[in-house]
């Protein structure tokens, strides 16, 4: 059996990969586990995981806090504010392949959209809360 966390991540990423209305907004396919350098802004990556053992006296399952950035070096924070947008509507209470697990629910839990220090770059972060059983 594979990893929890990892199938959930593969999930995720296939799911975002294949939103027309954020590829739309990216400009492709633009979802990184490790961001290719030169890549053009916008883009999304994978930040922090966290999984725990969610298990109850009976079944197994585990919950997970997984992050995702969101990168723009548009004028304003508005770009990084509608490509959250995509991904909550992509995600949040969404149903999700796995082959080993199975999702219980998955949770937009919180965003928030800043300045980096550079003055140029907007950066998203969205927190998502998803619990997994084996199947």
């Known amino acids: 059996m594979?990893?929890?966390?990892?199938?959930?991540?593969?999930a995720i990423y296939l799911k975002l990969r294949n939103d027309v209305p954020l590829v739309t907004l990216l400009g492709g396919a633009k979802i990184y586990d490790d961001t290719p350098q030169r890549t053009e802004f916008p883009y999304v990556t994978f930040g922090r995981s966290v999984m725990r053992d969610w298990s109850t006296g009976t079944d197994k399952g585990h919950e997970h806090i997984v992050t995702l950035h969101v990168w723009s070096?548009?004028?304003?924070?508005?770009?990084?504010?509608?490509?959250?947008?995509a991904i909550e509507a992509a995600l949040h209470?969404?149903?999700?392949?796995?082959?080993?697990f199975r999702i219980v629910n998955l949770r937009h839990e919180n965003s928030d959209a800043r300045r980096d220090p550079d003055g140029e770059t907007y950066h998203g972060a969205v927190r998502y809360r998803a619990t997994t059983e084996p199947q």
């Open 2 to 10: 594979s990893s929890p966390g990892l199938e959930l991540q593969k």
């Open 73 to 85: 070096r548009a004028a304003g924070r508005r770009q990084v504010h509608e490509i959250i947008s």
């Open 93 to 100: 209470d969404q149903p999700l392949s796995m082959a080993d």
